[in-house]
């Protein structure tokens, strides 16, 4: 199994703050991605990336920027949060084989803005 | 539009019972599909998966069957127990996803198994 971490769990933030959430992995996966859910509602990718250097957005529109410098870390970080950005922030990375892909997630980060 | 659909947004059995779950998709280009297990503040872990070239894989408690030209799969899982409460989400990737991998879930039900 991947081990993949993400920092902090809880985050409880005023409006206009600048958050970054932690992402790192230890399995050596090319593939990251970050999705954003709410309760009720289906996992939503808004970033992804495939390699070092490499980063795209998602299916859903995000305020909220990536950056991957090296293979284990992808962090997000939202420049002016609002409370619209409160939600649930799932970070992942995948192994592949052949033209299987399998997800593994890390715990979450829960974004409370005020 | 939807592709991923989960129509239940709940379900409750009592514990030693059968617990079905399902999932409809609307892209015949899913050609593989994943069940994941969630549960409150948690990330999703990957439970089971099933190939469209099969229509049954088995693991356990759990069973997933895939019926290609209803484009639906069911989660089975027996005997339920308690600690199988959690959100239950199904996925589905696209044929060919390659450098274009994108992994589209469903909305989630979730199971309560009651003791």
């Known amino acids: 199994e991947a081990d993949i971490y993400q920092t902090p769990r809880y985050l409880v933030i005023g409006t206009g703050k600048k958050i970054t959430l932690e992402c790192s992995q230890t399995m050596g996966h090319d593939k990251m991605y970050w999705y954003q859910q709410d309760p009720g509602m289906e996992l939503h990718l808004i970033h992804y990336?495939?390699?070092?250097?490499?980063?795209e957005k998602g299916d859903l529109s995000s305020e909220s920027t990536v950056s991957r410098i090296r293979t284990e870390h992808f962090p997000l970080t939202l420049e002016s949060a609002r409370p619209s950005h409160t939600s649930q922030y799932l970070c992942?990375?995948?192994?592949?084989?052949?033209?299987?892909?399998?997800?593994?997630f890390g715990s979450g980060t829960q974004l409370s803005v005020l | 539009d939807q592709q991923v659909k989960q129509n239940s947004p709940s379900l409750s059995v009592q514990e030693g019972r059968i617990s079905i779950l399902n999932c409809d998709y609307t892209?015949?280009?899913?050609?593989?599909f994943l069940w994941y297990k969630k549960y409150p503040a948690e990330g999703p872990t990957f439970l089971i998966s099933i190939s469209s070239i099969k229509d049954k894989n088995e693991d356990g408690r759990f069973t997933v069957f895939l019926n290609k030209s209803a484009k639906h799969l069911s989660l089975h899982i027996v005997p339920s127990q308690p600690g199988d409460s959690a959100v239950y989400f199904c996925?589905?990737?696209?044929?060919?996803?390659?450098?274009?991998?994108?992994?589209?879930f469903g909305k989630g039900t979730l199971l309560t198994v009651n003791p």
């Open positions: 990336s495939y390699g070092v250097n490499s980063t």
């Open positions: 996925a589905a990737i696209m044929v060919g996803g390659g450098s274009n991998y994108k992994l589209t």
């Open positions: 892209n015949s280009m899913f050609d593989y």
């Open positions: 992942a990375s995948s192994e592949s084989w052949g033209r299987r892909e399998k997800l593994f």
